[in-house]
């Protein structure tokens, strides 16, 4: 049983944290009635900014039009198949330079210039070996994603405690019951923050290989939009764009709090 200074602090969290969802709430409604308004008394060109109800006229267009879902499901798909990809095999490598110090010291400076390089510019060359298709597009998002998990997990490992590192040798443990029994957990949080920024990374990848070789995609809309001028199809991409992300952010956090539990 609680005490009562434990369940007035528990209360008061809660309470918190409905006034920052109502807050978060609000100024998201307050920005699309401003852009409404503005956009009704002809203070924006809506041929450049659209509005609210025109972006709402387009998604509905698509929805009629049986093209919306089949748009968001290809990059949702392409986006986990992704981050799915990334996570493993950064986790993976991030341990082989754990493992290895060797390896890690002569990789640590090509790891950095592979993550500093500007991904678009390897677009024609990554278009020549996967293809007009989702296959390059899959490439692309790994180029982003994997690199910054392997920074990442990398740095959680070398952080782990060394003083609990010294204890472990004390006792003789080998380097596989060190790794599975200590630095692994102690690398919990490092990890699930790194599955955070995959899934954004992997997202950003999946776009930016769909502005280059999709014909189907939200990435393509935006990309198609831009193209005939279509500004309220191009902001509603992005709108969806941005609902897709939150939605997909919020899974991993869900799967973060289930696992901590």
């Avoid at 041929?47 to 709402?56: D, N, Q």
């Avoid at 939009?225 to 509603?236: A, D, K, P, T």
Wanted: glycine residues 6%; positive net charge; aromatic residues 14%.
């Amino acid at each position: 049983m609680y005490s009562k200074e434990h369940q007035l602090y528990l209360k008061k969290r809660k309470r918190n944290r409905f006034w920052i969802r109502i807050a978060q709430f609000s100024i998201f409604i307050l920005f699309i009635i401003i852009w409404q308004l503005l956009a009704d008394h002809e203070v924006i060109n809506t041929f450049i900014f659209s509005s609210p109800k025109k972006v709402w006229n387009t998604i509905v267009g698509l929805h009629q039009a049986n093209n919306l879902y089949h748009h968001i499901w290809v990059t949702t798909y392409e986006t986990f198949i992704s981050f799915g990809l990334a996570t493993i095999i950064g986790c993976v490598i991030a341990t082989i330079l754990w493992w290895n110090s060797f390896i890690a010291k002569v990789t640590d400076p090509y790891l950095t210039i592979l993550n500093s390089l500007p991904k678009v510019a390897l677009g024609p060359i990554i278009i020549i070996w996967g293809g007009a298709g989702m296959r390059s597009i899959i490439i692309m998002a790994l180029l982003i994603s994997v690199i910054i998990t392997i920074i990442n997990v990398s740095q959680g490992f070398a952080d782990t405690d060394s003083n609990k590192l010294k204890l472990m040798k004390s006792f003789h443990a080998t380097k596989t019951q060190t790794f599975f029994k200590l630095v692994l957990p102690a690398s919990y949080k490092t990890i699930i923050g790194a599955l955070k920024i995959n899934i954004s990374m992997s997202l950003i990848g999946v776009i930016m290989g769909e502005f280059l070789v999709s014909k189907e995609g939200l990435g393509y809309l935006i990309m198609y939009g831009s193209q005939v001028f279509n500004l309220n199809l191009v902001i509603s991409g992005v709108i969806l764009l941005c609902i897709l992300s939150a939605v997909m952010y919020y899974i991993v956090f869900y799967i973060e709090k289930r696992l901590t539990k």
